[in-house]
């Protein structure tokens, strides 16, 4: 079988979620980097973001494609939950991080310490405090989810989970993060069992002060 190659710079959560789906399914990757908005990066996403994927004849934009895709051709554990209900729950966890929880998380408020830190410039206070509120929200919202249970659709790891671990790891790295992390027990419990698995470990690795 063809090699995943997955197209997007290592950091973007996205690029770790697609990394933690192949690795979790036992299927080889390749990632290809790529300059942001070239016209390399727009023939294989015409929309400009990352994560795309190509496997053979298949080319896929879109996390959540690329991710029911990687499970479906992947030997590894299936990563859909058993039952229509926990199905649902996991699409629509899926969905709400895409609509709402990487604005609040990544968008708002990470990105304002990531991307000035690109340019050797300090993050703006301002554009930090705005975005705290939602973050906090939102972590809370995640820790309310995990209460009681091992993963987000039940007592299975699923693809939502995958989608969540990248970004709680990304708030984690910074201060008022780290704190409303550390408010949200059972989400900082479940961050912990999903940073040790060797899909993280291996998506992860290099990334943020970590070994290679
Ligand atoms: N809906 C897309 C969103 C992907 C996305 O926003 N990726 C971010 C990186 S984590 C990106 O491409 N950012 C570059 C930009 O917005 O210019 C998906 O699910 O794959």
Redesign the pocket.
């Known amino acids: 079988m063809n090699k995943i190659v997955l197209f997007?710079p290592a950091p973007?959560?996205?690029?770790r979620t697609a990394r933690m789906v192949c690795v979790e399914k036992g299927l080889e990757h390749a990632l290809e980097p790529l300059e942001?908005?070239s016209a390399a990066h727009l023939k294989v996403h015409p929309w400009?973001?990352?994560?795309a994927m190509r496997h053979g004849d298949v080319q896929l934009?879109?996390?959540?494609a690329i991710a029911r895709y990687v499970d479906e051709v992947g030997p590894g554990p299936s990563l859909l939950p058993d039952t229509a209900a926990a199905r649902a729950v996991m699409e629509q966890w899926i969905s709400t991080i895409?609509c709402y929880l990487?604005d609040s998380l990544?968008r708002n408020y990470a990105l304002k310490y990531i991307l000035p830190s690109f340019r050797g410039a300090a993050p703006d206070p301002q554009e930090i405090a705005a975005g705290v509120p939602a973050m906090q929200r939102d972590v809370a919202r995640l820790d309310a989810a995990y209460a009681g249970r091992p993963f987000l659709a039940g007592d299975k790891l699923s693809l939502a989970d995958l989608f969540v671990a990248p970004i709680v790891q990304t708030v984690s790295m910074f201060p008022e993060g780290k704190a409303a992390i550390a408010q949200a027990p059972e989400l900082a419990r479940v961050q912990a069992a999903l940073e040790s698995r060797a899909s993280f470990v291996q998506a992860h690795a290099g990334l943020f002060g970590r070994a290679k």
């Open positions: 997007g973007s959560s996205y690029v942001l908005g400009g973001k990352v994560p934009i879109e996390t959540s895409n990487y990544v």
